[in-house]
């Protein structure tokens, strides 16, 4: 796609997100949503943000993308008040950009939602090549209240050096691990044992990635938490998810403020 395509989809804003929900284990109830971009003009949007990322727009593609996430999700905390978090991929060159928090700020401002909120996953396509270089962002980010979660854990180099220098607020560990976790002692063994970090140093753990009933059930057997994937719940366009959050505020005898 030429330069020319990339900066039209930017100014002009031509994609959406949709929404997929990460369930709690034990109460099988959403405790929020991973915001996904989606355009018509990529069907991989890692696609989109790779060549995004060699123009002097990534930056900026992040940020609208942003902005449009969170205004599109306020349309459900507006009607339900549930304060369920929504998740927002950042890349790490873009979450060290020192607009970055100031631009969040501003967002949040024009919506009614609040910080905590907010979780910021640190994608880990991008290799943090000095964790040092991102601290400083990240330890503001949560003294404004901002939630930050490293995504992808297991799949790239530094994300071990990540959980423990950056200390975030959720570890989501990488969708290879859920994938046939019940018949494999060895992933069980690996998830078990950041799950024992977490529970140890007050993180919430996430497994990616989980699709067939057996694998559901080997998680909670093995003290998962929360969990996403397809079983539970695909992506879905933000009418979709309104409508069910709608529904089960009237179920549980709430009303929208």
């Known amino acids: 796609m030429s330069i020319a395509k990339i900066n039209d989809l930017i100014v002009n804003e031509k994609f959406e997100h949709h929404f997929q929900a990460l369930y709690d284990l034990h ?22 943000f790779e060549k995004a990322s060699h123009t002097n727009r990534f930056f900026e593609l992040e940020m609208r993308s942003i902005k449009k996430a969170l205004h ?16 927002i991929n950042v890349f790490p060159s873009n979450l060290a950009d020192p607009d970055f928090l100031g631009q969040l700020n501003k ?5 009614t939602l609040t910080a905590n909120q907010i979780m910021i996953e640190i994608n880990e396509s991008e290799i943090i ?3 040092d270089y991102f ?26 050096q990540a959980i423990v220098e950056l200390q975030p ?39 990616e990635g989980i699709e067939i009933m057996e694998d559901l059930e080997m998680a ?20 979709v998810i309104r409508k069910y959050e709608m529904d089960d505020s009237k179920d549980n005898g709430f009303a929208a403020k």
């Open 135 to 160: 601290s400083k962002t990240v330890n503001e980010l949560q003294a404004e209240g901002y939630l930050i979660a490293i995504d992808d854990v297991g799949k790239g180099v530094s994300s071990l």
């Open 27 to 48: 109460t099988l109830t959403p405790i929020g949503y991973e915001a996904l971009l989606r355009t018509d003009l990529f069907t991989n949007p890692e696609i989109l």
């Open 72 to 87: 599109s999700y306020d349309k459900i905390n507006q009607c339900t008040y549930n304060n369920k978090k929504v998740l």
């Open 220 to 239: 909670k057997a093995i003290g998962v938490s929360t969990v996403q994937g397809f079983l539970l719940a695909r992506p879905e366009p933000l009418e």
């Open 169 to 207: 607020d959720f570890v989501k560990m990488d969708r290879y691990f859920a994938k046939h976790l019940a018949k494999s002692s060895r992933k069980q063994e690996m998830v078990k044992s950041i799950v024992t970090y977490c529970l140890n140093t007050d993180t919430k753990f996430v497994l």
């Open 107 to 111: 967002v949040l401002e024009e919506t």
């Open 129 to 131: 090549e000095s964790v």
